[in-house]
């Protein structure tokens, strides 16, 4: 398997503009996991997903930001509009409830600035 | 809610010796703790977990402890290497509260882990 796929790998757009980021999990995996990495507050949860269905998105910092996950293989996150303090760099991560293994599997993330 | 908090931020040692990183959590009920290893522009990467009923697991050089009483747990490597280096992550997670719940892990701020040779 490929492995958790993110796109882009790099974003930069200006204040104001909507941003979406893509996440494809890995085949089978039945949760869907978005965090956020910043210096100053490290990992974040901010959204999961189980089969689909979001089920706690209390780590959603404000309305502008919004996730999806239309099928089992590609979830998205938007922030819209967007702004500098939203720089930092989003991952997704996949899991699947297997006997007693609750590992993660992350991405490779993508870097988000706004300028 | 959960509060991890992780110890030392940064950590320098010399190849071949030991590194002992040190988490401690506040939620009780928490009964799973992974580490986590993140490589420069790369994902975490998991590399050893524990959950609340072992208090030591072992895998090669690495090997983590658990003390539930004092609410914290260690990530010991041993006989370390180059390629050790890296920023290293504990997280903590209490049991799903309802059945389709997943594992919301709470993350520590990270250790930045350098092994000079």
């Known amino acids: ?115 | 809610g959960e509060n991890v908090e992780q110890h030392p931020s940064t950590l320098s040692v010399q190849e071949g010796d030991s590194a002992v990183i040190k988490c401690t959590y506040s939620d009780s009920a928490s009964n799973y703790f992974p580490w986590y290893k993140q490589e420069l522009g790369k994902g975490p990467q998991l590399i050893i977990d524990i959950r609340s009923n072992v208090g030591e697991k072992k895998d090669q050089r690495i090997a983590v402890t658990l003390n539930k009483t004092a609410k914290h747990f260690s990530l010991h490597i041993t006989e370390t290497q180059p390629e050790d280096s890296a920023v290293y992550f504990c997280a903590a997670s209490r049991p799903p509260p309802f059945y389709n719940a997943g594992n919301m892990l709470t993350f520590g701020g990270g250790t930045r882990l350098m092994v000079k040779p």
């Not at chain 1, 796109?7 to 980021?21: A, D, I, K, N």
């Not at chain 1, 978005?34 to 979001?54: H, K, S």
Request: aromatic share 12%; proline share 7%.
């Open chain 1, 1 to 115: 398997d490929a492995g958790v796929i993110q796109s882009p790998r790099h974003e930069v757009t200006e204040m104001g503009q909507e941003v979406t980021l893509r996440c494809k999990p890995i085949s089978g995996h039945d949760y869907l996991f978005w965090y956020r990495q910043t210096m100053m507050r490290g990992l974040e949860l901010l959204i999961y997903f189980n089969n689909n269905v979001p089920i706690d998105d209390s780590g959603m910092p404000e309305d502008r930001f919004s996730a999806k996950m239309p099928n089992a293989s590609f979830s998205t996150l938007k922030i819209q509009p967007s702004e500098p303090r939203d720089s930092a760099v989003y991952f997704c991560a996949s899991s699947a409830r297997a006997g007693v293994s609750y590992e993660q599997y992350f991405g490779p993330g993508t870097r988000l600035t706004v300028t």
